[in-house]
């Protein structure tokens, strides 16, 4: 599943894995903040996307 409001991927779900590479912060007119390193959640340990994991665990999906 991509997440694409407004002509922009703003991320891309699988499984239970998301990557995030832009997110507003508070809500509708909040500017739009992009993640020079797009954090990953595992939806299966963390469904409610608290804490991203671990860039060197990244590299090794």
């Given amino acids: 599943m991509v ?3 407004a002509n922009e991927i ?3 779900k699988r499984r239970n ?3 995030v590479t832009r997110q507003v ?3 509708f007119g909040e500017p739009i903040s992009q993640y020079s390193f797009p954090p990953w959640y595992d939806l299966h ?3 409610k ?3 991203p994991l671990d ?3 990244v590299e090794n999906l």
């Fill in 3 to 5: 997440i694409s409001p």
């Fill in 10 to 12: 703003c991320g891309v």
């Fill in 17 to 19: 894995w998301k990557m």
């Fill in 25 to 27: 912060e508070r809500g």
């Fill in 45 to 47: 340990t963390d469904p």
């Fill in 49 to 51: 996307e608290e804490s």
């Fill in 55 to 57: 860039p060197r665990f």
